[in-house]
Each structure stands twice: as structure tokens, then as C-alpha cells.
């Protein structure tokens, strides 16, 4: 929806989001399924018209206390991925 000098979105946006254990640069990984849960983020069909966004990120990470992972700031990649 069109208000003033910008779009805003009609009424909640709504997201599903899905994530894959951290990798190590080094070792790589086998290629990964990633299925979001969309049924509990749509509940109901969205009001027309409506757009739908697929966009993937990537998070870099860092060895932290104990060996657990920490994600880093401000560092990371996304693209969206298609837009209907």
C-alpha cells in the first residue's frame, strides 16, 4: 500500500524463518534441506493483493567461550532470491 512517500505493508508482515547448524569454512558441508514452517506464519490467505518475498541470508560466526559459536556483528551476506 502506497502512503505518502513510501510503501508500507497493508496489515502484519508476516515471516517464516529456517536455519542450518554452523558449518566451518574449511570442512564445507553436503548440501542442506531447509523447510520453513509457513503453515504456523500464515494462518489465514493474505488479503489481495499481496507479495511474497523469498530472500536467503548467510551469518558468519566466530569460536567463542567454550567453544561455542558466536555469531559476528554487521557481517553476512543475503539475496533475495525471488518476488511475486
Known sequence: MYAKE?????????????????FPVLQGS???????????????TPASPFSLVLSAGIC???IGINNEIEQVK??????ILAME
Open 6 to 22: 513510501k510503501y508500507q505493508p497493508s496489515s502484519a508482515v508476516r515471516s517464516a524463518v529456517a536455519r542450518s547448524a554452523w
Open 30 to 44: 553436503l548440501s542442506v534441506t531447509l523447510l520453513p514452517d509457513l503453515a504456523s506464519s500464515f494462518t489465514e
Open 60 to 62: 558468519f560466526g566466530t
Open 74 to 79: 554487521k557481517a553476512g551476506a543475503a539475496k
